[in-house]
């Protein structure tokens, strides 16, 4: 099967979340499953700089561009996944993330410099490119991605689409006056595409308009059905209903192995469990905490903004405090969330530590290193960070929601007496409600060493791998051709 996959990041050449972990993952899943899988990025200055063997492959003569696209052609990571790149200098060389300036805000002409990916995407699905290469199916991801299956629908000879949700927070949101800007053709200013309360909305079109739907869990596609998580397009979904499923997604089980990770000090394993505990002094001098492995560590890795429950998180430091635990933390964003924890660290500065920004090697030491990782997500349409932590023996703390749900079985009587605990889930998204499960986590910690192993070395046993999760993919785009939902 021929495969274009359409992602606006992808690691290990860009990242800012989750969608770029599994632009980085499941392509080459779906290659190891013997498949003509192939990214298409945007051409950002990191991009350019991380992909391998760039070369010009071609020019796009797209609609509202007086000038050609270059397309340049090369591989992505360490198995060398084939990478198209859409090389438009004036949109995308530029600094900042894919979507923000260095200052924060939103690039004022997203709208247009993401039309300009779509029909890049469109231009390589219809085999116009020049390749002698057209998909069977185009895999397309979230908003940015949005417009390939509205720009597509009219053509002749498509091929089948498949649009991915996220993250149904982010919708590409843009004000009437930009749809004839982008000289988009008039029949998608509709209800029934991309009009939304008179506004423009990239996602909606690419839920409206594609083969197939899905996100990236199976509790998260129930809840966006619904008023509290689907924004207004919980009534589109229902409608789509037939032809809209979740699949959970996989870690990348080679980047995160704690027997082969080259970012931790000490490889360990569920037969090795006891060399966690090196990982765990380590972390501790890192962070500059006494180091000592009998006590608790809570670890945490993230968005600093309310959607992960961080606010939470400030309401029950000072308990975790007074147990006598510790807790490391590394991440950013909200302003005022990490103006208090630094005050917070100021003032417990032997019990936890606060790193701001980004750093994948001390994202793994933390993951190897704590003792339970907390994740009280408001929302979280799949998370990856509790799987990590099953992985590396780290017990995850985390509410009942999305894939959270999905991944992590509560530690109580019965999960314990027939041996599927994983973790300590909580319901109610207030204070309350996650210390009652650190709590829950404080005691059982104290209980006996040889229980909390037992509940560890569970959670390393469970298969989050892409394998199963590409089988499910595979099985989508196969639907998607033999019977196209529009």
Sequence with gaps: MKILFASSEVTPLIKTGGLADVAGSLPVALTHLDQDCRLIVPGYPDVLNKANDLQPVGKLQLPGESTPTNLLQGTCGPHRVPLYVVDAPHRF?????????????????????????????????????????QPDVVHANDWQTGLIA??????????????????????????????????????????????????????????????????????????????????????????????FSGVLNGIDYHAWDPQNDHHIPTAFSVENFAAKRRNKLALQREYGLPEDEHIQLFGYIGRLV?????????????????????????????????????????RYHSRIGV????????????????????????????????????????????????????????????????????????????????????????NFYRRSTTDWEILARTGMQQDFSWEASAQHYLELYRTAIDEPGL
Excluded at 170 to 183: C, K, S
Excluded at 401 to 417: C, H, I, R, S
């Design 93 to 133: 060389d530029r600094p900042g993330n894919p979507y923000l300036s260095p200052e924060g805000l939103n690039w004022p002409d997203n709208a247009e410099r993401f039309t300009l990916f779509c029909r890049a995407a469109t231009s390589l699905a219809m085999n116009q490119a020049g390749l002698d290469w």
């Design 306 to 346: 309310d959607q992960k429950g961080v606010d939470l998180i400030l309401q029950v430091l000072p308990g975790i405090m007074d147990s006598g635990s510790q807790v490391v933390m590394l991440g950013s964003g909200d302003k005022d969330l990490e103006h208090s924890l630094q005050k917070i660290s100021n």
């Design 355 to 442: 790193a701001i920004g980004y750093n994948e090697g001390l994202s793994h030491r933390i993951e190897a290193g704590s003792d339970c990782f907390i994740m009280p997500s408001r929302f979280e349409p799949c998370g990856l960070n509790q799987m990590y932590s099953l992985r590396y023996g780290t017990v995850p703390i985390v509410r009942r929601t999305g894939g959270l749900a999905d991944t992590v079985t509560d530690v109580n009587p019965t999960t314990l007496a027939n041996g599927t605990a994983t973790g300590f889930v909580f319901d109610n998204a207030d204070g309350d409600g996650l210390w009652g499960a650190v709590e829950h986590a404080i």
């Design 150 to 243: 509205p720009l597509l629908l009219s053509e002749k000879n498509r091929p089948a689409t498949l649009f991915t949700i996220h993250n149904l927070a982010y919708q590409g949101l843009f004000d009437h006056a930009t749809f004839p800007h982008l000289g988009l053709p008039d029949h998608l200013w509709s209800y029934r595409a991309l009009e939304f309360h008179d506004q423009l909305s990239f996602i909606k079109g690419g839920i409206a308009l594609s083969d197939r739907v899905n996100t990236v869990s199976p509790t998260y596609a129930d809840e966006i059905k619904t008023a509290e998580f689907g924004y207004g397009l919980e009534g589109l979904l229902i409608h789509r209903e037939r032809h």
